[in-house]
């Protein structure tokens, strides 16, 4: 059974930087892609970022280009998101996701979710 657990968010001033870590269990983590969504109050979910299963392949939502970089370390079964320069509108729930095909890209589908980390940001 896939397991996704994010950790990492909290609260920052606006220009600040928070590092969100997801460790995943369940599954072979090295050949499927891996996103980070978000989810701020009243609103649906939405794309941040993925990479594909070598993580050679990156993609973003463009509301997080330039600022946000999503990474994983296939021996870790870990996948990180960097955020820089964050802002008062990048405060909502973050997810990580795993997507569901074998040596897929970045852009999914993603079909297993983790909980989900707070990132509050403070103007």
């Known amino acids: 059974q896939v397991q996704l657990v994010e950790s990492g968010g909290g609260l920052v001033q606006a220009g600040g930087s928070l590092r969100l870590i997801c460790a995943a269990s369940g599954r072979t983590f090295s050949i499927y892609p891996m996103g980070w969504f978000r989810r701020a109050p009243g609103k649906g979910r939405e794309f941040v970022a993925g990479?594909?299963?070598?993580?050679?392949?990156?993609n973003y939502a463009d509301s997080v280009k330039g600022r946000f970089t999503i990474s994983r370390d296939n021996a870790k079964n870990t996948v990180y998101l960097q955020m820089n320069s964050l802002k008062p509108e990048d405060t909502a729930v973050y997810y990580c996701a795993q997507g569901t095909v074998v040596y897929g890209g970045g852009t999914g589908p993603f079909g297993f979710w983790g909980q989900g980390t707070q990132v509050t940001v403070s103007s």
């Open positions: 990479i594909n299963w070598g993580g050679r392949s990156e």
